[in-house]
Structure formats: C-alpha cells, structure tokens
C-alpha cells in the first residue's frame, strides 16, 4: 500500500501564493514521475504540471511562469509553488505519483485532494 499526504491548501486573495506539498510513504521502491492534477466544480480533471525522476518538469500552459513544481527524493515528496494565484485556479489539488512498489508491480497513486480557493 501506498499513502499520499497533501497538505498547504486554503485560502488566498488574488495575487497571493500558496505552497502544496504531497508526501508518498508505504510500499514504494522507487519514484518516476510525481505530479499535481486539479478539478474545478464541474470541470474534468486537469494536469497542472509534472517533474520526473532527473528532475524534467512539465507545466499546463495556463500556470507556466506562476507555479513551480520541486521534488525532494529522499523524502518522496513534491512540492507546488504557486505565485500570483488567480481566481480561476480555484479548484481541488491532487498529487500523483507513478513507480514501483517493492514487489516491482507499478504504482499509479493519487492523494486525497486539497482545496485551493483564491478569491477576487
């Protein structure tokens, strides 16, 4: 089994930032790909940027330049800078992360999702 702890949503005016953090802990023998996903009501589910193990990164065109995602690999957790935060990214943020387990079956796994609210 694989846990995801996310944490640093909440509150904030337009324009201020908010850091997430998503900690992976459990069966995991290695890490891939680690990523933050977010739905707004009524929306699909959106990719908001991903970082993989050599540290690449891949941002939705819509957070480029305001948003920062990191990892640090000894903790198995990915962090979600976000600067200059707008209404519209309103929304519950995921983290997910992809790899594999101590038995060497592949991990695909998603955090529980915290909200991020960002008022006008």
């Known amino acids: 089994q694989v846990q995801l702890v996310e944490s640093g949503g909440g509150l904030v005016q337009a324009g201020g930032s908010l850091r997430l953090s998503c900690a992976a802990s459990?069966?995991?023998?290695?890490?891939?790909?680690m990523g933050w996903y977010r739905q707004a009501p009524g929306k699909q589910r959106e990719l908001v940027a991903t970082?993989?193990?050599?540290?690449?990164?891949n941002y939705a065109d819509s957070v480029k330049g305001r948003f920062t995602i990191s990892r640090d690999n000894a903790k198995n957790t990915v962090y979600l800078q976000m600067n200059s935060l707008k209404p519209e990214d309103t929304a519950v943020y995921y983290c997910?992360?992809?790899?594999?387990?101590?038995?060497?079956?592949?991990?695909?796994?998603w955090g529980q999702g915290t909200q991020v609210t960002v008022s006008s």
């Open positions: 997910n992360v992809k790899g594999r387990n101590v038995v060497g079956l592949w991990l695909d796994s």
């Open positions: 970082i993989g193990s050599g540290g690449g990164t």
């Open positions: 459990g069966s995991i023998f290695s890490v891939s790909a």
